[in-house]
């Protein structure tokens, strides 16, 4: 049986993995989210209850399909968004603007249209990929369900608080008055992502932040915090085990420190 491992061949963390199902034998194959359609693709019947991944490299995997039966355990790296639609050259817009004009439409309509079948094609593709993820005889490590709460650190931080852990006072949201009310009311504030893919700032506090903040939250929402002075630390649970590491740094956050 195989293994899957979910996430770019070229990650160090993927290749690290793969060395070492090779060493042992282990059967396995690559599943970048990012190419899918493309180098390996899915057919599932819901009444038989399985399917296939389809592969069109053998870089990809020693089997041109391999069951969902037949794989027993996902390594879930990393979820990579795919390629989007091609963007009209400048002169097609302009061909465009230009025919839709003369049928009486808006200009941007075909603009429009790309973008909204961008994102009906994103949710067909993850649609079907939920087939696969939420399979229930592959144990995924981590599973769809552990995924989508990790990549809500606020739910993580209520999670973590009913365990014990002593959190700092949070504001997430994106309504401006509140957050400028929170931020008038703590001495020293970080900002960081509602889910993650950025690293925390102190807030650069100023007299008159309304403003700032209307410009900021307006993009989107964010997660304010009141700084705690401490170091860092890493945490990683291994099944029943909590395995934390404290990491040096003179950072805010140990991400942005370069030594």
Known sequence: MHVALLGSEQDPQIQHIAKALHQNNTPFYF???QHFGSTWKISYDPDFDDGLIHFNSPSLCDQPRVTFSNTQAAYWHEYLPGIPLKVPSDNAKNDASA???????????????LLENAGWVDQERAST?????????????NSI??????????????IAGKLGAHIPYT???????VASQFCNNMRDVIYKPVRGGRTAQFVNKQPNMRPLLNALLGEHPVTFQKY?????VRSYVLGNDVLSVQIDSSELDYRNDDN
């Open 145 to 158: 369900d552990a995924v989508r709460s990790h990549q809500c650190k606020p739910y993580q931080s209520r």
């Open 99 to 113: 025919d839709a004009q003369t049928q009486g439409d808006r200009p941007h309509d075909g603009e429009s249209t």
């Open 228 to 232: 705690i002075a401490g170091v860092n």
């Open 129 to 141: 990929l939920l087939c696969w993820f939420s399979y229930s005889d592959i144990k995924w490590v």
């Open 171 to 177: 504001f997430v949201g994106n309504a401006a008055e």
């Open 31 to 33: 599943a970048n989210t």
